[in-house]
């Protein structure tokens, strides 16, 4: 992930300090994101139901093409 865009030729210093808050904060948001979806993840794992069958039992099967 690019911090820094500069052009050709282009002779521009950035701070130590601002280039380390970019960072951190991108550290931070990626870890947020990780928990969203860990907790997305949950909620649709408790939702979901494992299939049983029976024999003779009559099912529907989705076929692409």
Do not use: C, H, M
């Not at 994101?33 to 049983?52: C, H």
Request: net charge positive.
């Amino acid at each position: 992930l690019p911090i820094l865009w500069s052009e050709i030729g282009e002779s521009s210093l950035i701070k130590p300090k601002l280039v380390q808050e970019t960072t951190d904060k991108v550290v931070l948001i990626k870890e947020k994101l990780k928990a969203v979806r860990d907790r997305q993840k949950s909620y649709a794992d408790n939702k979901r139901k494992p299939l049983e069958f029976e024999v003779g039992d009559r099912i529907l099967l989705k076929v692409s093409p």
